[in-house]
C-alpha cells in the first residue's frame, strides 16, 4: 500500500510525497473507476451479465481500462510532463463523465466534430450549476491533489528503467486480463459496439486522432467545384420565375408532428395550409456537422463518409446555374461550410433588424421573413430573371434549452422543462418544451407559406422543409441525439420532410403535390436532398440523378 508522509511543499503547505508510477496507478484507477460511471452503468444494464461471470469481467474489464492508462501514462512519466498529461487526462474525463451521464451521449468521431464546431452560444446552453459542480468533483478537485503532490524524481537513467517496467507492467495486466477474459469480452464488445465509445477518456483521444483520417466541412476549407455545366432550359414565353423557400430545419423528429400521425395536433397551421409531409425520411447523421454537410452533398451519406477531399454542395450548383441564392441562418453554428460561396445573412444581422423577435443573443425564427423583400431585392437583378432560391437555417428544436426556442405564445403544453439540465426535469415536462417547439415551427413554416402566397403576382411560389436530425427526449435514459450512426435509436434519424407547391408551380414545372403527398410513407433519406431540389428547379447537370429525385416521378410529360 502507498504511504503518504508529509512534506514541506515550496509554498510552506503540506504536500504528499510520492513516486511517478504511484501517482500513475492512483489516477489510473481514478479514471477507471469513477471516472467510467457511464460506462459501468451501461454494463450493468445488460441482461447477459447480470450474474456473477458477468460482475468478474466487468472487474476484469475494469483492471484493463486502468492497465491501458498506466502503460499510456508510463511514456510520458518525466519530470516536465507527468502532470501536465494527468491534468490533461483527469479534465477530459471528467468532462467526458458528466456528458455521458447527464445525457446518454457516447463520444465518437462524430461527437468530436460536434464539439469542435460549437460556437460560444451554444456551449454556453450547455453549461449549469450541475455541470460546474460535477466537473468540480470528477476534475478539479483531483487536479488540484496533483499538483500539490511532490514527486520524487530519480536520475533519468533509472526514470527510463522504471518507465518501461511500468509500461511491460500494464500492457502485461492489460492483455492477460482481456485474455482471461476473452469471451465475454468479444462478445460483449461484438453486441455491444457502442461501448467501446465509453470508455473515458480514451474514446474522447481516440476520437481526436481519427479526425485526420478524412477531412472536416468547415469553413475556409478549400472544396472542388461541382456541376460546372449547371445551366436552366429557358422560362416558357409567359412564364413567372420560381421563388422557393428551403428551410433547413432544426432536431425535429417526424413522430413528433401531429400532421405525421402524432397524437397531438402540433401542426394545425401546416394542415390547413394543405401541405404534403414525407414521414419515413432518414438523415445522414445524428448532429448538424455531420447531417447538413452530408444533406447538401451530391454524394449520399456512405459515399461522403468515405470522400477524400470538400466538394461544392447544392448551394453552390444552384447559384453556378444562375439562379439568385440566399441563405439565412438564425444559428450561431453556422452553415457548416455549405454556403460559405453564396450571399448569406448571418444571426448578428438578423438580430440587427428582429425587434422584440430577439433577445439575449438569440432570435425566434419569424426574424428571417423580417425584411425578406429588401434582403431578396439586393440580390443581382439578372439572376433574379431567372429564379430565386432562399434557404432559411432555423433555430427550430434545439435543444437542450427548448423553452428558449418558443415565444409566450406558442407554449401549448404545459408544464414545460425550464432548464437546460433535462434530467432533473420530469419527462413529461421535457416533452411538453420539446412538442412547444414543433408548435412553433409549424406557426413559422405556415408564416413562410403567406409570405410566398403575397407573392405570387410575381414570382411561382414553393416551400420546402427537412430537418437535419432527430432527437432523443428522455427515451432509455437517453438526451439530446449525436449518437453513432449505427447504433443511434431511430428518433435520432428519421425526420420530417415537408413540401408545399402553389397551384402555379404545379402547372408551370409539370409536378403534381398530390402525388407527392402519396409516397408519404416511401422510404427516403437525406441521399435524396440534393438532386431533389436540382430536380424541383429544372437545374440540368451531369451530376443530378434522377432516380434520387424524389419528385421525378410526379412529373407529367406535358
Not at 197 to 218: C, D, E, H, M, T
Not at 468 to 474: K, R, T
Not at 522 to 541: A, C, E, I, P, R
Request: aromatic content about 8%; some cysteine.
Amino acid at each position: 500500500m502507498p504511504t503518504f508522509p508529509a512534506a514541506t511543499a515550496p509554498s510552506g503547505h503540506a504536500a504528499w510525497t510520492q513516486r511517478p508510477a504511484t501517482v500513475i496507478v492512483l489516477a489510473a484507477l481514478w479514471v477507471a473507476s469513477i471516472a467510467n460511471l457511464a460506462l459501468w452503468r451501461a454494463l450493468a444494464d445488460l441482461p447477459e451479465l447480470a450474474n456473477g461471470r458477468g460482475l468478474a469481467f466487468g472487474i476484469g474489464f475494469g483492471f484493463m481500462i486502468a492497465a491501458a492508462h498506466v502503460a499510456l501514462l508510463s511514456l510520458l512519466a518525466w519530470r516536465w510532463t507527468l502532470k501536465p498529461a494527468l491534468t490533461l487526462v483527469l479534465l477530459s474525463a471528467a468532462a467526458g463523465a458528466y456528458f455521458m451521464l447527464s445525457y446518454g451521449v457516447v463520444i465518437d468521431r462524430s461527437m468530436m466534430v460536434n464539439v469542435l464546431l460549437t460556437d460560444a452560444r451554444e456551449a454556453r446552453e450547455l453549461f449549469s450549476l450541475r455541470m460546474l459542480g460535477s466537473l468540480l468533483v470528477l476534475g478539479v478537485l483531483p487536479v488540484a491533489l496533483l499538483w500539490r503532490t511532490r514527486v520524487e524524481w530519480p536520475s533519468a537513467r533509472r526514470q527510463l528503467r522504471r518507465n518501461t517496467l511500468l509500461f511491460a507492467t500494464g500492457i502485461a495486466v492489460t492483455v492477460g486480463a482481456g485474455g482471461l477474459f476473452f469471451q465475454d469480452l468479444a462478445a460483449t464488445m461484438r453486441n455491444h459496439t457502442q461501448l467501446r465509445y465509453l470508455i473515458n477518456p480514451l474514446n474522447s483521444f481516440y476520437a481526436v486522432a481519427s479526425l485526420g483520417r478524412k477531412p472536416i466541412q468547415r469553413s475556409g476549407v478549400a472544396v472542388a467545384p461541382l456541376g460546372e455545366d449547371a445551366h436552366l432550359p429557358p422560362l416558357a414565353p409567359g412564364a413567372r420565375p420560381p421563388l422557393v423557400i428551403m428551410v433547413l430545419g432544426e432536431t425535429a423528429r417526424t413522430d413528433h408532428l401531429g400532421l405525421n400521425g402524432y397524437a397531438r395536433d402540433t401542426t394545425p397551421e401546416l394542415a390547413r395550409r394543405g401541405v404534403a409531409s414525407l414521414r419515413n425520411v432518414w438523415s445522414c447523421g445524428t448532429n448538424t456537422a455531420a447531417s447538413v454537410p452530408c444533406m447538401f452533398s451530391h454524394l449520399g451519406r456512405e459515399a461522403f463518409e468515405a470522400r477524400q477531399g470538400n466538394s461544392e454542395g447544392l448551394v453552390d450548383v444552384l447559384q453556378r446555374a444562375g439562379l439568385a441564392v440566399l441563405w439565412l441562418d438564425n444559428q450561431a453554428g453556422g452553415c457548416k461550410g455549405v454556403c460559405d460561396r453564396v450571399p448569406r445573412v448571418d444571426y448578428r444581422q438578423l438580430q440587427a433588424g428582429g425587434g422584440e423577435l430577439c433577445s439575449d443573443d438569440e432570435c425566434f425564427d419569424e426574424v428571417m421573413l423580417r425584411g425578406l423583400d429588401e434582403r431578396i431585392g439586393q440580390l443581382p437583378a439578372e439572376r433574379r430573371a431567372h429564379g430565386v432560391v432562399v434557404f432559411m437555417h432555423q433555430m427550430g428544436s434545439h435543444g437542450p434549452a427548448y423553452y428558449k426556442r418558443t415565444p409566450p405564445a406558442f407554449k401549448k403544453f404545459l408544464p414545460e422543462c425550464t432548464t437546460n439540465a433535462l434530467q432533473q426535469c420530469e419527462r413529461e415536462q421535457v416533452v411538453n418544451a420539446y412538442d412547444n417547439t414543433i408548435v412553433y415551427t409549424d406557426h413559422f413554416l405556415a408564416s413562410a407559406i403567406d409570405w410566398l402566397q403575397q407573392h405570387q403576382q410575381q414570382w411561382t411560389p414553393a416551400l420546402e422543409y427537412v430537418s437535419d436530425h432527430g432527437e432523443s427526449l428522455g427515451e432509455n435514459n437517453l438526451y439530446l441525439h449525436g449518437l453513432p450512426y449505427r447504433f443511434a435509436p431511430d428518433v435520432q434519424k428519421q425526420v420530417p420532410w415537408i413540401a408545399w407547391l402553389s397551384p402555379a408551380f404545379q402547372q408551370q414545372s409539370h409536378l403534381s403535390q398530390a402525388c407527392l403527398a402519396g409516397r408519404r410513407d416511401q422510404k427516403l433519406s437525406h441521399d435524396n436532398y440534393f438532386h431533389s431540389m436540382l430536380g424541383l428547379l429544372g437545374v440540368q447537370t451531369r451530376v443530378y440523378d434522377a432516380a434520387r429525385d424524389i419528385h421525378a416521378g410526379c412529373r407529367s410529360s406535358a
